[in-house]
């Protein structure tokens, strides 16, 4: 099946700092080059620039988590893939790349600096760290791990205010609820002092379930800032509800790594997710990650962890496709009448919460691809960025030269 035979694409973007920012934005570099299109915008906009009956290859729904929320975000406002890559590249005052194309609205984008990302949290000051060591503590025994405890009370070095900030003066100044937009937008974040994932998006009114939220709370700036609150970097973000309870979320990553399900799960047949987290694998000209220190084994470590979650999660689903097909095939094979069938294989999708007819497809960098896995995930140069943007560019390509447009 050509995927523009699909009637509703989506786009997952997933976390890992301004790194995996720059790589979603080279993917969605190469999936513009393919023929895909970016809706966003307001309601009146959608309508009247976006052909309704005709929605192959564009984008109208978009699921983002930490970094990725932030992609989304812009893409979702409306603003072109190039606008995006300038504002990232001019955000250190260095000419970086020029826009072929300015915002749909007749705006560009104001440029993302550091001042922008990294606010400090002012409970992080000097003052407030010694003023820690004297806090009530639980009293509790043991060594190195319970004197952490006791004396690192601080939450976070940095806070995401600015950003939520920059969100709503600058990417959603007229509008920044979920519901006026001409797109269908979900932020992904973990709600701290609980087990679950947290969904912000259009909802009618806000549910959860064991293991999940679905907010509609929160605007779209605040859902953003929650779900970039990667620890121990950025503190956790408050957002008060509809009982005025204020409630506390971190990093959308950490609950769940790709929540490519929200997107099937409201109406999308074609999700294209893409992730920028790959583990190093050994080569001669690097040699040993033993050899570069605790801050690189440690980035093995949580890469290896995240990618063994991704991993399973894209492995159940072709597990229960296969199955299913083999069920259906033996079904046929002993002449099972059709109604018979269908019910059958009805009960099963139900059961697995399985959609046999949503293609998803996945990119990421190549474990072989070094210099991605050495990048610094919080730099604004242009030349580490552009080095970025073209592995995410070149990944695109790579996975979807498989499939027919």
């Known amino acids: 099946m050509k995927l523009s035979e699909y009637k509703s694409p989506a786009l997952v973007l997933s976390g890992g700092g301004i790194k995996a920012a720059a790589f979603h934005i080279g993917v969605c570099l190469a ?30 729904t978009y699921v983002g988590s930490s ?15 190039e606008s995006i890559i300038e504002a990232f590249t001019q955000g250190n005052g260095i000419e970086g790349f020029k826009q072929s194309e300015e915002h749909r609205n007749g705006s560009s984008l104001k440029p993302l600096s550091y001042k922008d990302i990294f606010s400090v949290n002012l409970n992080a000051s000097p003052v407030k760290i010694l003023a820690n060591l004297f806090r009530k503590t639980v009293n509790i025994k043991g060594g190195f791990e319970v004197m952490l405890k006791k004396s690192l009370k601080y939450n976070g070095f940095f806070s995401t205010d600015n950003l939520e900030k920059y969100l709503r003066e600058n990417v959603f100044p007229n509008s920044n609820n979920f519901n006026e937009l001409g797109i269908k937008l979900f932020i992904i974040a973990t709600q701290l002092n609980h087990s679950r994932k947290a969904i912000f998006g259009p909802f009618a009114e806000s549910s959860k379930t064991k293991t999940e939220k679905y907010a509609n709370f929160a605007t779209i700036s605040q859902a953003v800032a929650a779900s970039t609150s990667l620890p121990p970097v950025f503190a956790p973000y408050g957002i008060v509800n509809q009982k005025g309870k204020e409630i506390q979320f971190f990093d959308g990553e950490i609950r769940d790594t790709l929540s490519t399900h929200v997107a099937s799960d409201n109406g999308s047949d074609l999700v294209i997710a893409s992730y920028s987290i790959q583990p190093y694998h050994y080569n001669d000209e690097m040699g040993s990650l033993h050899e570069y220190g605790i801050p690189v084994i440690l980035n093995q470590a949580l890469y290896q962890v995240v990618q063994q979650k991704i991993e399973s999660h894209i492995q159940q689903k072709k597990s229960i496709k296969e199955i299913i097909g083999s069920i259906e095939g033996y079904l046929k094979e002993i002449k099972l009448p059709e109604k018979h069938r269908t019910k059958l294989i009805d009960i099963i999708l139900k059961k697995t919460d399985f959609k046999k007819d949503v293609e998803y497809i996945y990119i990421h960098p190549s474990p072989q691809d070094y210099e991605m896995f050495f990048a610094d995930h919080f730099s604004l140069n242009p030349e580490i960025l552009d080095a970025i943007v073209r592995t995410g560019f070149r990944s695109a390509m790579t996975t979807l030269r498989f499939y027919k447009i």
């Not at 915008?41 to 290859?57: C, I």
Request: aromatic letters at 16%; glycine letters at 12%; one cysteine or more.
């Open 31 to 60: 999936l513009k080059q393919l023929g895909f299109n970016f809706a966003g915008g307001s309601k009146s906009f959608v309508e009247n620039n976006f052909d309704p009956d005709d929605s192959s290859l564009t984008f109208k």
């Open 67 to 81: 970094a990725g929320s932030v992609v989304c975000s812009f893409l979702a406002a409306g603003f072109s893939i």
